[in-house]
C-alpha cells in the first residue's frame, strides 16, 4: 500500500511550527506490513494547491492511498473537505463516519469534524484531523479496511474480487 501524506498548515507551510502530525501518521503507516510512505508534503490552506497536489499525486500512479492531515475543521481557512470533494470521482463516507463515531467516544468535538473520503481513480483519498494524537487515531479506526480498499481499487472494479474469486474466498461460500 503506497501511501502520501500531505499536511495542511498555513504556519508549518511558513516554517513557523513544526510538522507533528505527517510524522505521526508515517510512524503508523510504516508500522503495517503492508504500508509504506513514497511521498510526503506540506501545502498551505488553499484550496487551489491542496486539490493540485490531490490531483497530481491521484493521478501519478505512484500512490494508492493519500491521507491529509489538518483544515477539516470549522475555521474560516479549514477548506480540506471541500478542496477533497472537488477532486474525488466518488464519495467514499463509510470511512469518514466510522472515524467520527470512534472519535465521539473520546471527546465531543468529533462532531465538529468536516472531513471526507473518497476515490479519484483508483487512488483512495482520507482526510485527518490536524492534532497528531486524532490524526493516529483516526487512522487506526479505518486501518484495518484500508489494505482490502486499496485491493479492490488496484482490480479496477469491486466485483473483479469476486468474479475471480474461488468459493470460501472473500467471505463467499459454495451458496453465494
Not at 46 to 57: F, G, K
Not at 93 to 105: I, K, Q, V
Amino acid at each position: 500500500m503506497r501511501v502520501a501524506l500531505l499536511t495542511i498548515s498555513d504556519r508549518v507551510a511558513r516554517g513557523e511550527a513544526e510538522d507533528l502530525s505527517g510524522p505521526a501518521l508515517a510512524r503508523v503507516v510504516q508500522e503495517q506490513p503492508e504500508g509504506a510512505v513514497v511521498l510526503q508534503a506540506t501545502v498551505p490552506d488553499e484550496r487551489p494547491l491542496i486539490e493540485a497536489t490531490l490531483i497530481r499525486w491521484s493521478d501519478s500512479g505512484q500512490v494508492d492511498l493519500i491521507l491529509t492531515t489538518g483544515g477539516t475543521g470549522f475555521a474560516p481557512r479549514d477548506v480540506t473537505p471541500e478542496a477533497t470533494l472537488a477532486v474525488i470521482d466518488r464519495a467514499a463516507p463509510g470511512l469518514a463516519e466510522a472515524m467520527r463515531a470512534a472519535s465521539l467516544r473520546v471527546t465531543p468535538h468529533a462532531l465538529l469534524s468536516r472531513a471526507v473520503a473518497g476515490l479519484r481513480g483508483q487512488t483512495l483519498i482520507v482526510n485527518l484531523p490536524g492534532s497528531p494524537k486524532a490524526a493516529a487515531e483516526n487512522l487506526a479506526v479505518i486501518l484495518p479496511a484500508l489494505p482490502h480498499a486499496v485491493e479492490l481499487l488496484r482490480q479496477g472494479s469491486p466485483q473483479s474480487v469476486y468474479q475471480h474469486a474461488r468459493p470460501g474466498e472473500h467471505g463467499m461460500t459454495e451458496a453465494s
